[in-house]
Nanobody, 120 residues
Framework: QVQLVESEGGLVQAGGSLRLSCAAS????????MGWYRQTPGKERELVAQ????????TYGDSVKGRFTISRDNAKNTVYLQMTGLKPEDTAVYYC?????????????WGKGTLITVSS
């Protein structure tokens, strides 16, 4: 089992910045991708950013490219999301995800989510 704990979100003004962190604990594989997703009421959860286990490859959703940066510290089993140039449309609940293979199973673990509100 893996547990994911996200940092607190909060209220930010448009144009502002915020950094989220997500600490993983438990049975973490050496090869595990981590990422951030977000969701607003009535919409499907969407990819914000993801990063491979060694940090070699990062992927971003189109709406955040150039504004958000994902990184990870494997010594701390923590993934970060640096958000800059925040817009009201970035308002959402942000979820951390860890993806890894366990034996013959592919497992996805999710954090409980943290709310980011961007005011105009």
């Amino acid at each position: 089992q893996v547990q994911l704990v996200e940092s607190e979100g909060g209220l930010v003004q448009a144009g502002g910045s915020l950094r989220l962190s997500c600490a993983a604990s438990g049975s973490i594989s050496r090869i595990s991708a981590m990422g951030w997703y977000r969701q607003t009421p009535g919409k499907e959860r969407e990819l914000v950013a993801q990063i491979t286990s060694g940090g070699e490859i990062t992927t971003y959703g189109d709406s955040v490219k150039g504004r958000f940066t994902i990184s990870r510290d494997n010594a701390k089993n923590t993934v970060y999301l640096q958000m800059t140039g925040l817009k009201p449309e970035d308002t959402a609940v942000y979820y951390c995800k860890l993806h890894q293979v366990e034996g013959f199973k592919v497992m996805d673990y999710w954090g409980k989510g943290t709310l980011i509100t961007v005011s105009s």
